[in-house]
């Protein structure tokens, strides 16, 4: 039997990338990752699940070749995203009698992004089925994760679900099949970057999945799943609505002030049995930051003043926060200034997106003095009495 593959008819010729280190030329990915492509092969016809990205579409020709596929019917995609549509127009062009089975958003996406021509697909609409003999494939419309044209395919004979980059991992690996234990930050941290800002979403398709008998989960980035319930109660748990007692504050401070004031905070915050996270945006990798929003309930964001205004990376921090859409229930503003400037007030319109609350900033000029720090003891009183008296708080 094929290492590689899933069941007897269902065979993994994806591609590992262990050098990639960001996706996007933003998310961290320090562990590589993959691209998954899938390849069923039913007693009449035989379909491709995705491609792989363009840099390793000769892995994904190897991989064909090694199983001696010298006919593609269909080549399903689940997702425009060149990670996974790139390599079409080569398969395309290998493989002639090949159509691309996707829905119409897709279609119109992948025209656009991979230049295939009209005739080359055939489209598919919610729950319809395709039939590759012994096998069905069963198209389930899943939009917005993360781009609004995703959906999966429920292979019915293997009760196989093939979820696209939903329950994805960014990690290039040998082993074929995760392993839970080893495997949940890795997962927390693709749902971070990736996942987040669509947990309304996530939690519809889910309710739209719940119904299926799942055996394996296959999605295209990553380890796949025999045990589909690990992940789908990991993303659950990552989309609750209650937050957890913990404060996060990445911040950047020139000459030591914002330092001494989040330093400051972080012991009275400590004292009070609230778990703080400061991050030096100086040093922070924004997968850890974007981790740690997960699960927090406050959002203290501190910053020099630089030119009048917040310093870059600050700036930065605030619009990947605002980007990610966490479950933030309360944010606030800690920094320093020399001769003026606003430096909150951009920070602060830069955080429209999350549904929090505003406590008051606690600004300083110069280094902070007995009365600044007096203040970030009464915002510290503040952020434990929220978190007590709120039932969005998990205690
Ligand atoms: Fe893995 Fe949205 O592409």
Redo the contacts with the bound molecule.
């Keep these: 039997m094929d290492p590689r593959a899933l069941t007897a008819d269902v065979h993994y010729v994806g591609a590992p990338d262990w050098d990639r280190r960001y996706f996007d030329e933003l998310i961290p990915t320090p562990e590589g990752t993959s691209y998954n492509s899938y390849l069923i092969k039913g007693s009449e016809k035989t379909a491709l699940l995705d491609t792989v990205d363009p840099a390793k579409t000769n892995v994904l020709l190897d991989n064909l070749k090694g199983l001696k596929i010298d006919r593609i019917d269909y080549v399903i995609a689940h ?1 425009a ?1 060149q ?2 549509s790139g390599s079409l127009p080569k398969i395309l062009e290998i493989y002639k009698t090949a159509k691309v089975v996707t829905n119409p958003k897709c279609k119109e996406f992948i025209k656009d992004l991979d230049l295939i021509p009209d005739d080359r697909f055939i489209t598919i609409n919610d729950r319809e089925t395709l039939t590759l003999g012994n096998k069905t494939l069963e198209f389930i419309y899943a939009p917005w994760v ?2 609004p044209e995703t959906m999966f395919t429920y292979l019915r004979e293997d009760k196989i679900l093939f979820t696209c ?1 939903f329950l ?1 991992t960014h990690l290039a690996s040998s082993e074929l099949f995760a392993d839970p234990a080893k495997i949940y930050e890795t997962n927390k941290r693709y749902y971070a970057e990736i996942m987040m800002p669509f947990r309304t979403s996530i939690k519809a398709n889910l309710e739209k999945i719940k119904d299926l008998e799942i055996k394996i989960a296959a999605p ?2 990553g380890p796949v799943f025999k045990d589909p319930q690990y992940i789908i109660n990991a993303y659950k748990e990552w989309i609750a609505d209650p937050a957890k007692n913990e404060v996060i504050i990445p911040y950047v401070s020139m000459h030591g002030s914002t330092a001494a004031m989040v330093e400051h905070l972080v012991a009275n915050l400590t004292g009070r049995g609230i778990v703080v996270k400061p991050f030096n945006l100086i040093k922070t990798d924004l997968g850890e930051l974007a981790m740690a929003l997960v699960d927090a309930a406050t959002v203290v964001i501190g910053s020099s003043t630089i030119l009048a205004g917040a310093h870059p990376l600050a700036f930065n921090a605030a619009n990947v926060i605002n980007m990610l859409r966490p479950k933030t229930k309360f944010v606030s503003i800690v920094g320093s200034y020399g001769w003026g400037g606003k430096m909150v007030e951009e920070l602060a319109g830069l955080l429209h997106n999350l549904k929090a609350e505003t406590i008051s900033p606690v600004i300083a000029r110069g280094y902070p003095k007995a009365a600044d720090l007096a203040a970030l003891d009464a915002l510290a009183d503040q952020i434990h009495k929220k978190h007590q008296e709120s039932e969005a708080v998990i205690k």
């Design positions: 997702h995203e990670d996974h993360h781009w980059d994805g295209s980035h």
